[in-house]
C-alpha cells in the first residue's frame, strides 16, 4: 500500500479517474496517468506506485459502480463506504467535493446525512484537528439539517425536537455547546400526550443524557413505543441498539453482549443491510470486551463475507487481531496486522506497532520485539504523538527488559509504571493496551 509520504500521489490518482468518470470518458492508461502524477523522472519506487495503486484503486471504483444497486438506501451506503475510503486515502479535499454532490443528489435523506457526520467526525478525531475547524466544517451541514426539518410540513414538533436534540449532542462532542443556544430540558413527559409525541420526546432527551440516565429513559422509550399506533420496527432496533452502546461505555460488558444478542432478534434488524452489519458489528465488539474470545471468533467467521462492506472494518479486524492476541494465535494476528496500512503520528500506527511487540513477546522473539519497539520509537519522536503514547512506549521499554533481563530492579520498574496506568483519570491512557503489554511479558495485570 502507498506510505505515508505517497498520500499527495494517491490522491491525485484518485482525482483523475473521478474526473474521467464524471465526463464518460475512458479510464486513463497507466503511462499517462504516471506522466500526470510524476512530472519528474522514471524510477523503480514510482513505478511500483503507480502499477499497484492505480490498479487497487480502479478496482475500487470499477466495483462501487458495479455494486450501486437500484436500492436507493443500498446506494447510500455504498456511497458513505466511498467517502469513508477516499478519507483512508487521504484525499480530504475529494472528499468534501464528494460529499456535496452526495447531499446535493439526496437533500432529504437524514440518515445519509447523520452518516457523514460520523465518518467526518470520526475524521477529525484520527487527526486531532482543531475545535476551530470542526466548528468550521459542521457549520453548513447543522444549518441545512435545520431548515430542512423546519421546512417540512409533515414533521410534528416533536420530530423537531429529536432532529434538534440530535445536531446539539453532535456539536457537544466537540465541547462547543456553550456557545449555542440552550436546549430546552424536560423532567417528565407531559401527561396526556400520545405515546408517539411521548416517544420522540423520550428520544430527543436521551440525546442530551450519558449513563444510568441515558439507560433509563431508553427503557421507557422501548415501553413509549409498544403503545404507538405507527412507528417503524427499526425504532425499537435503535433504542435496543443504543442501551447497548451504553452499557459498554460505562463498562458493563456481559450486559452489552445480552443486549446485542436481543438486537439481533427484532424485526427492524432484518430491516436493512446497514442494521444487520451494524448489529454485527456492535456485538462482535462487546464480546472482544467481555472477553468472549471464541465466541467473537465464531461469530466472526460466520458473518465474514457481510462485514467486508462496512465502512469501518478496519477497527473491527484491529479488535479482531487483539482477540487472536488473547487465544495465543500470534500467527494469525501478525498476518491480520501487517495487511493494515500503518501511518506514522497516528493513533493506528501506534497500536499496530504495539500489537506487533505483543506478537513477538508471546512467542518469545525478544530480538523481533525489540526491532519492532525501535520503529515504534522513532515514529514517536516523529512529533504529532501525545503524552499518553510517550508513557505507553516506557511501559513497553520496561516489559521489553523485565523479559531480556528478569531481574527485581526491571521487575519492579514494570509494575510502578502498570500500577501508574490504573491511577491515571487520562480518557485517553485508559484506551493503551498496557494490560495487554503486561501480559505478554510474563505478568498478570
Not at 442530551?208 to 420496527?233: D, F, N, S, V, W
Not at 495465543?328 to 504495539?354: G, H, I, P, Q, T
Request: charged share 25%; proline share 3%; aromatic share 10%.
Amino acid at each position: 500500500m502507498i506510505k505515508k509520504d505517497h498520500t499527495e500521489e494517491r490522491s491525485t490518482i484518485l482525482g483523475i479517474l473521478l474526473r474521467a468518470l464524471r465526463n464518460g470518458q475512458p479510464e486513463p492508461e497507466k503511462e499517462e496517468v504516471y506522466t500526470r502524477v510524476f512530472k519528474d523522472s522514471y524510477t523503480k519506487e514510482k513505478d511500483y506506485i503507480i502499477r499497484n495503486e492505480y490498479r487497487l484503486i480502479s478496482e475500487d471504483l470499477e466495483q462501487f459502480l458495479a455494486s450501486a444497486a437500484a436500492d436507493t438506501r443500498a446506494l447510500q451506503y455504498l456511497k458513505l463506504n466511498y467517502l469513508s475510503r477516499l478519507l483512508q486515502a487521504g484525499a480530504y479535499h475529494l472528499f468534501l467535493i464528494e460529499k456535496k454532490a452526495l447531499l446535493k443528489q439526496f437533500p432529504h435523506a437524514s440518515f445519509l446525512q447523520k452518516e457523514i457526520v460520523r465518518i467526518e467526525s470520526d475524521f477529525f478525531a484520527r487527526h486531532k484537528l482543531s475545535k476551530r475547524n470542526a466548528i468550521e466544517e459542521y457549520r453548513g451541514l447543522i444549518h441545512t439539517l435545520k431548515e430542512q426539518t423546519r421546512a417540512d410540513a409533515a414533521l410534528s414538533a416533536s420530530e423537531i425536537y429529536v432532529r434538534e436534540a440530535f445536531i446539539y449532542r453532535t456539536l457537544k462532542g466537540y465541547d462547543i455547546a456553550p456557545v449555542l443556544p440552550q436546549m430546552p430540558v424536560f423532567n417528565e413527559v407531559p401527561a396526556g400526550v400520545e405515546a408517539d409525541v411521548a416517544y420522540n420526546l423520550l428520544k430527543a432527551r436521551q440525546y442530551l443524557e450519558m449513563g444510568e440516565e441515558k439507560i433509563a429513559t431508553l427503557r421507557r422509550m422501548q415501553r413509549e413505543l409498544k403503545k404507538c399506533r405507527q412507528m417503524p420496527a427499526s425504532e425499537m432496533y435503535f433504542a435496543s441498539a443504543t442501551i447497548g452502546l451504553e452499557l459498554m461505555i460505562i463498562g458493563r460488558y456481559g450486559e452489552a453482549v445480552a443486549e446485542f444478542t436481543h438486537t439481533l432478534s427484532l424485526p427492524g434488524y432484518t430491516e436493512s443491510e446497514l442494521f444487520r452489519i451494524g448489529g454485527i458489528f456492535n456485538h462482535l465488539s462487546a464480546l472482544a470486551k467481555a472477553g468472549s474470545f471464541r465466541e467473537f471468533e465464531e461469530m466472526y467467521a460466520s458473518f465474514q463475507s457481510l462485514l467486508q462492506a462496512h465502512p469501518y472494518l478496519f477497527r473491527l479486524e484491529l479488535i479482531r487481531s487483539v482477540v487472536l492476541l488473547n487465544l495465543n494465535e500470534f500467527r494469525k494476528a501478525k498476518a491480520l496486522v501487517r495487511d493494515f496500512k500503518m501511518e506514522d503520528k497516528s493513533s493506528d500506527s501506534f497500536y499496530l506497532r504495539v500489537l506487533f511487540t505483543c506478537c513477538y513477546l508471546g512467542e518469545g522473539d525478544l530480538v523481533a520485539a525489540a526491532y519492532e519497539l525501535e520503529n515504534l520509537q522513532r515514529a514517536l519522536r516523529g512529533g504529532g504523538a501525545t503524552e499518553p503514547y510517550h508513557y505507553a512506549a516506557q511501559v513497553l521499554r520496561a516489559a521489553l527488559r523485565w523479559t531480556q533481563k528478569p531481574t527485581e530492579v526491571s521487575l519492579a520498574k514494570l509494575r510502578d509504571l502498570l500500577e501508574q496506568s490504573k491511577a491515571d483519570p487520562s480518557q485517553e491512557l485508559e484506551t493503551l493496551p498496557v494490560k495487554w503489554i503486561a501480559r505478554y511479558a510474563g505478568l498478570s495485570a
